[in-house]
Protein backbone atom coordinates (compact mmCIF):
# COMPACT_ATOMS: atom_id res chain seq x y z
CA UNK A 1 0.00 0.00 0.00
CA UNK A 2 0.86 3.72 -0.65
CA UNK A 3 2.00 5.21 2.46
CA UNK A 4 -0.59 7.77 1.99
CA UNK A 5 -3.17 4.75 1.82
CA UNK A 6 -5.56 4.92 4.98
CA UNK A 7 -5.30 1.96 7.31
CA UNK A 8 -8.69 0.22 8.33
CA UNK A 9 -9.75 1.21 11.74
CA UNK A 10 -12.79 -0.81 12.02
CA UNK A 11 -13.60 -4.46 11.26
CA UNK A 12 -14.05 -3.38 7.41
CA UNK A 13 -11.84 -5.07 4.78
CA UNK A 14 -11.66 -3.76 1.75
CA UNK A 15 -11.53 -6.47 -1.08
CA UNK A 16 -8.18 -4.46 -2.29
CA UNK A 17 -6.45 -5.12 1.03
CA UNK A 18 -8.07 -8.75 0.80
CA UNK A 19 -6.17 -9.55 -2.44
CA UNK A 20 -3.22 -7.66 -0.78
CA UNK A 21 -2.82 -10.07 1.93
CA UNK A 22 -3.25 -13.18 -0.27
CA UNK A 23 -0.78 -11.78 -3.05
CA UNK A 24 1.80 -11.11 0.29
CA UNK A 25 1.16 -14.29 2.33
CA UNK A 26 1.61 -16.35 -0.78
CA UNK A 27 5.29 -14.43 -1.73
CA UNK A 28 5.73 -15.26 1.81
CA UNK A 29 5.46 -18.94 1.61
CA UNK A 30 7.67 -18.65 -1.28
CA UNK A 31 9.77 -16.71 0.46
CA UNK A 32 9.85 -19.52 3.06
CA UNK A 33 12.24 -21.60 1.19
CA UNK A 34 12.14 -24.95 1.53
CA UNK A 35 10.13 -25.92 4.75
CA UNK A 36 6.67 -27.53 4.13
CA UNK A 37 3.53 -26.78 6.50
CA UNK A 38 2.77 -29.49 8.38
CA UNK A 39 -0.21 -30.47 6.55
CA UNK A 40 1.10 -29.36 2.99
CA UNK A 41 1.45 -31.30 0.02
CA UNK A 42 4.95 -31.94 -0.73
CA UNK A 43 4.52 -31.10 -4.28
CA UNK A 44 2.45 -27.81 -3.31
CA UNK A 45 5.36 -26.89 -1.33
CA UNK A 46 7.43 -23.54 -2.52
CA UNK A 47 11.21 -24.37 -3.35
CA UNK A 48 12.05 -20.87 -4.46
CA UNK A 49 13.89 -18.56 -2.33
CA UNK A 50 13.20 -15.00 -1.75
CA UNK A 51 16.03 -14.06 -4.32
CA UNK A 52 14.02 -15.35 -6.79
CA UNK A 53 10.38 -15.30 -5.93
CA UNK A 54 8.24 -13.44 -8.64
CA UNK A 55 7.45 -10.05 -7.40
CA UNK A 56 3.99 -9.37 -6.35
CA UNK A 57 1.76 -8.06 -9.56
CA UNK A 58 1.54 -3.91 -9.08
CA UNK A 59 -2.18 -3.19 -7.95
CA UNK A 60 -3.46 -0.54 -10.69
CA UNK A 61 -4.56 2.74 -9.80
CA UNK A 62 -3.27 5.55 -7.08
CA UNK A 63 0.33 4.39 -6.99
CA UNK A 64 -0.24 1.57 -4.66
CA UNK A 65 2.72 -0.86 -4.16
CA UNK A 66 3.03 -4.13 -4.53
CA UNK A 67 3.37 -4.96 -0.95
CA UNK A 68 2.09 -3.11 2.32
CA UNK A 69 4.39 -2.46 5.00
CA UNK A 70 4.52 -5.05 8.17
CA UNK A 71 3.04 -2.93 10.55
CA UNK A 72 -0.38 -2.87 7.70
CA UNK A 73 0.07 -6.15 7.02
CA UNK A 74 -0.30 -6.94 11.02
CA UNK A 75 -3.10 -4.97 11.04
CA UNK A 76 -4.70 -6.51 7.92
CA UNK A 77 -4.45 -9.80 9.65
CA UNK A 78 -5.63 -8.72 12.76
CA UNK A 79 -8.99 -7.62 11.15
CA UNK A 80 -9.14 -11.15 9.18
CA UNK A 81 -8.53 -13.35 12.54
CA UNK A 82 -11.00 -10.61 14.43
CA UNK A 83 -14.08 -13.31 13.54
CA UNK A 84 -12.42 -16.06 14.81
CA UNK A 85 -11.02 -14.60 17.98
CA UNK A 86 -14.57 -13.41 18.42
CA UNK A 87 -15.67 -16.81 18.80
CA UNK A 88 -12.79 -17.78 20.60
CA UNK A 89 -14.43 -16.33 23.63
CA UNK A 90 -16.97 -18.61 24.21
CA UNK A 91 -14.83 -21.55 23.45
CA UNK A 92 -11.37 -20.79 24.42
CA UNK A 93 -9.94 -23.76 23.91
CA UNK A 94 -11.34 -25.04 20.61
CA UNK A 95 -8.69 -26.54 18.79
CA UNK A 96 -9.68 -26.22 15.10
CA UNK A 97 -10.53 -22.45 16.22
CA UNK A 98 -7.36 -21.55 17.68
CA UNK A 99 -5.33 -23.41 15.06
CA UNK A 100 -6.95 -21.28 12.09
CA UNK A 101 -5.42 -17.74 14.10
CA UNK A 102 -2.57 -19.56 14.10
CA UNK A 103 -2.55 -20.04 10.72
CA UNK A 104 -3.39 -16.28 9.71
CA UNK A 105 -0.37 -15.04 11.71
CA UNK A 106 2.07 -17.88 10.34
CA UNK A 107 1.22 -16.78 7.20
CA UNK A 108 1.57 -13.31 7.16
CA UNK A 109 5.22 -14.10 8.83
CA UNK A 110 3.81 -13.05 12.35
CA UNK A 111 5.63 -16.00 14.22
CA UNK A 112 5.68 -15.18 17.80
CA UNK A 113 1.58 -15.02 17.54
CA UNK A 114 1.58 -17.82 15.18
CA UNK A 115 3.30 -20.04 17.99
CA UNK A 116 0.88 -18.23 20.89
CA UNK A 117 -2.22 -19.72 18.98
CA UNK A 118 -0.43 -23.18 18.17
CA UNK A 119 0.62 -23.64 21.43
CA UNK A 120 -3.00 -23.41 22.67
CA UNK A 121 -3.68 -25.47 20.12
CA UNK A 122 -1.62 -28.20 21.39
CA UNK A 123 -2.45 -27.93 25.12
CA UNK A 124 -6.52 -29.09 24.02
CA UNK A 125 -4.90 -31.65 21.33
CA UNK A 126 -1.25 -32.50 21.98
CA UNK A 127 -1.43 -35.35 19.64
CA UNK A 128 -1.79 -32.77 16.45
CA UNK A 129 1.66 -33.50 14.51
CA UNK A 130 0.97 -31.23 11.38
CA UNK A 131 -0.02 -28.36 14.18
CA UNK A 132 3.00 -29.02 16.69
CA UNK A 133 5.56 -29.08 13.29
CA UNK A 134 3.77 -25.77 12.23
CA UNK A 135 4.79 -24.23 15.45
CA UNK A 136 8.27 -25.74 14.92
CA UNK A 137 8.78 -24.30 12.10
CA UNK A 138 7.60 -20.87 13.21
CA UNK A 139 10.39 -21.13 15.81
CA UNK A 140 12.96 -21.86 13.45
CA UNK A 141 11.47 -18.90 11.71
CA UNK A 142 11.89 -16.61 14.70
CA UNK A 143 15.64 -17.85 15.05
CA UNK A 144 15.11 -20.57 17.52
CA UNK A 145 16.39 -23.61 15.68
CA UNK A 146 17.07 -25.33 19.34
CA UNK A 147 13.23 -25.44 20.03
CA UNK A 148 12.30 -26.15 16.45
CA UNK A 149 14.21 -29.35 16.53
CA UNK A 150 12.50 -30.15 19.94
CA UNK A 151 9.17 -29.35 18.82
CA UNK A 152 10.05 -31.61 15.50
CA UNK A 153 11.32 -34.41 17.67
CA UNK A 154 7.92 -34.23 19.74
CA UNK A 155 5.83 -34.30 16.39
CA UNK A 156 7.52 -37.65 15.76
CA UNK A 157 6.70 -39.30 18.92
CA UNK A 158 2.83 -39.22 17.83
CA UNK A 159 3.63 -39.20 13.68
CA UNK A 160 6.94 -41.22 13.71
CA UNK A 161 7.01 -41.41 9.73
CA UNK A 162 5.27 -38.06 9.34
CA UNK A 163 6.66 -36.91 5.86
CA UNK A 164 6.57 -33.26 6.56
CA UNK A 165 8.29 -33.28 9.93
CA UNK A 166 11.37 -35.59 8.72
CA UNK A 167 11.56 -32.90 5.97
CA UNK A 168 11.49 -29.75 8.32
CA UNK A 169 13.81 -31.26 11.22
CA UNK A 170 16.73 -32.94 8.73
CA UNK A 171 16.39 -29.05 7.06
CA UNK A 172 16.49 -27.53 10.30
CA UNK A 173 19.34 -29.94 11.77
CA UNK A 174 21.48 -29.04 8.11
CA UNK A 175 20.69 -25.03 7.99
CA UNK A 176 20.56 -24.48 11.85
CA UNK A 177 23.29 -26.96 13.46
CA UNK A 178 25.02 -28.23 10.83
CA UNK A 179 24.32 -31.61 11.55
CA UNK A 180 24.98 -33.21 8.04
CA UNK A 181 24.73 -36.68 9.57
CA UNK A 182 21.54 -36.52 11.28
CA UNK A 183 19.58 -34.06 8.33
CA UNK A 184 20.62 -37.22 5.89
CA UNK A 185 19.36 -39.78 8.58
CA UNK A 186 16.20 -37.85 8.93
CA UNK A 187 15.12 -37.78 5.23
CA UNK A 188 16.99 -41.46 4.64
CA UNK A 189 13.96 -42.19 6.89
CA UNK A 190 11.76 -39.89 5.03
CA UNK A 191 11.77 -42.30 2.17
CA UNK A 192 12.56 -45.63 3.37
CA UNK A 193 9.16 -45.13 5.44
CA UNK A 194 7.51 -43.47 2.34
CA UNK A 195 8.13 -44.81 -0.74
CA UNK A 196 5.55 -42.78 -2.84
CA UNK A 197 6.55 -39.45 -1.08
CA UNK A 198 5.73 -37.00 -4.04
CA UNK A 199 8.52 -34.88 -3.10
CA UNK A 200 10.89 -37.59 -3.41
CA UNK A 201 13.24 -36.29 -5.92
CA UNK A 202 13.90 -32.85 -3.95
CA UNK A 203 14.60 -35.15 -1.00
CA UNK A 204 17.34 -37.03 -2.65
CA UNK A 205 18.98 -33.43 -4.46
CA UNK A 206 19.32 -32.55 -0.81
CA UNK A 207 20.45 -35.30 0.55
CA UNK A 208 23.47 -35.33 -2.04
CA UNK A 209 23.73 -31.81 -1.46
CA UNK A 210 24.46 -32.03 2.62
CA UNK A 211 26.50 -34.97 1.95
CA UNK A 212 29.09 -32.55 0.53
CA UNK A 213 29.11 -30.63 3.82
CA UNK A 214 29.70 -33.78 5.58
CA UNK A 215 33.21 -32.80 6.97
CA UNK A 216 31.71 -29.68 8.36
CA UNK A 217 31.61 -29.64 12.41
CA UNK A 218 28.16 -30.82 13.56
CA UNK A 219 26.99 -27.58 15.87
CA UNK A 220 29.04 -24.99 13.76
CA UNK A 221 25.64 -22.56 12.45
CA UNK A 222 24.88 -22.28 8.83
CA UNK A 223 23.42 -19.39 6.88
CA UNK A 224 19.92 -19.32 7.77
CA UNK A 225 17.30 -20.31 5.15
CA UNK A 226 16.30 -16.66 3.50
CA UNK A 227 12.62 -15.50 4.39
Not at 2 to 12: C, D, I, L, R, V
Not at 96 to 101: C, M, Q, V
Not at 139 to 155: L, P
Not at 194 to 202: F, T
Amino acid sequence: MAENAKTPTSTTWTAVQAYTLAVVCLLLGMAGGWLIRGSQSPAAAPVEAASTAAPAPAMGGGGMSAQPTPEQLKQMVDTQAAPLIEKLKSDPNNPELLTSIGNSYYDAQQFPTAVDYYGRALKARPSDAAVRTDMATAYWYMGNADTAIEEFNKALKYEPNKPNTLFNLGLVKWQGKMDVQGAVADWEKLLATNPNYEGKDKVEQMIAEAKKHVGVKPGTPAKPLPQ
